[in-house]
């Protein structure tokens, strides 16, 4: 069987700032894009990984080899382009322009023959399962998918020596680093991004990030709503009298999105017409109940932390909440 496709150039896609080059958590980043329209800080994670693997370092993920084939098989009809790790060498002069380092690996910069430039992301092998998650994820999910708010996966490169995506190049690098420095952006910016981000309407329903402390930022916003005070977090962060209103409803609705429990957060349509104020935001219910938990011990919520719902009155929106597979890509408007 032949496994490599015969190369067929993909078109530029749409330029300005895409919300998935940093696709391993892009409900975080709703969430972040939200709390930090609201009081401009991001937590950046940071994760060492290994370099890039070289020609004689076979490493064996824990899918078989003839399933991820399959899986390969069936995606190949859909769209992303398969890339021989020859052409990634050539398309990058050989890796040899560094772009940033992510959860999941190294990104490079390159460009097609005829000029288009790419960003290829190495993914590191030696992480667990971690990569060949965010491998299938991404190809399955943004590899089908375009949207004016999502990089666009040109294809990727999988074979007994390594494992990379190959996205879009984005001049502006990734929407983290653009949001953490707050001064470029101007609110009603961030105000745009933080809708196009939410109709994008990626979310991770069945993970949580458990990387949070009790000084979080988003924790330290619910401390301030719970007290009544979220107009002194807008006042703090410099955000002006005409724009507060805005800032407090889209901290609310930060705050809606993360629920510990799935089934609580809004539906990203809701979530839209909430921020473009079309609905009311009620107050939302307590977060982080494991971050609170005893002795300040984080504790994934459990199983019946999913399922208990009665008693409390969060489905005051009509739509549901689809439980969703942890990738999957719920498009919550079409522009
Ligand atoms: N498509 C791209 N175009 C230009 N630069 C990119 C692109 N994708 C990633 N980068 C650069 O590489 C860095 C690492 O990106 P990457 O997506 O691996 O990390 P991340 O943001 O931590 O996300 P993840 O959670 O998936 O690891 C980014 O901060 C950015 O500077």
Redesign the pocket.
């Known amino acids: 069987m032949s496994t490599t496709q015969p190369f067929s150039p993909p078109l530029p896609g749409n330029s300005g700032i895409a919300a998935a080059?940093?696709?391993?958590?892009l409900v975080a980043i709703v969430v972040i894009v939200l709390i930090s329209v609201a009081c401009a800080r991001i937590a950046r994670?940071g994760t060492v990984v290994a370099p890039p693997p070289t020609l004689n370092m076979v490493q064996v993920w824990q899918i078989d080899v003839p399933t991820m084939e399959r899986f390969l098989q069936d995606l190949a009809k859909e769209r992303p382009v398969r890339f021989t790790a020859q052409q990634l060498c050539s398309f990058t002069t050989n890796y040899s322009t560094r772009?940033?380092?992510?959860?999941?690996?190294i990104?490079y910069k390159g460009q097609f023959p005829y000029g288009v430039k790419m960003?290829v992301?190495v993914l590191n092998r030696s992480l667990d399962k971690g990569a060949e998650e965010?491998f299938m994820a991404e190809v399955s999910t943004i590899g089908r998918t375009y949207h004016i708010n999502l990089?666009r996966l040109y294809g990727f490169c999988y074979d007994h020596i390594m494992s990379a995506l190959v996205?879009?190049?984005?001049e502006n690098?990734?929407l983290?680093?653009r949001l953490s420095d707050t001064q470029a952006i101007e609110w009603v910016k961030l105000h745009e991004i933080a809708i196009g981000t939410a109709k994008v309407g990626r979310r991770r329903n069945t993970k949580l990030e458990f990387d949070e402390s009790m000084d979080s930022f988003p924790k330290h916003v619910w401390d301030e709503f719970e007290k009544g005070e979220l107009g002194a977090i807008t006042l703090l962060c410099g955000i002006e009298e005409d724009n507060r209103e805005k800032a407090e409803r889209m901290a609310m609705v930060a705050l809606w999105c993360v629920q510990d429990l799935p089934q609580e957060r809004p539906p990203m349509s809701v979530v839209v017409k909430m921020l473009e104020g079309e609905v009311e935001v009620k107050p939302p219910p307590k977060p982080f109940h494991y971050l609170y938990s005893v002795g300040n011990v984080l504790s994934p919520p459990s199983t019946s932390d999913y399922t208990r719902t009665e008693g409390r009155d969060t489905h005051w929106y009509k739509d549901t909440t689809p439980i969703m597979a942890k990738y999957e890509i719920q498009m919550a408007s079409s522009s």
């Open positions: 080059g940093m696709i391993g958590s994670r772009l940033g380092l992510g959860g999941f690996g990104v960003a992301k965010q990089v996205y879009e190049y984005m690098g990734s983290d680093k």
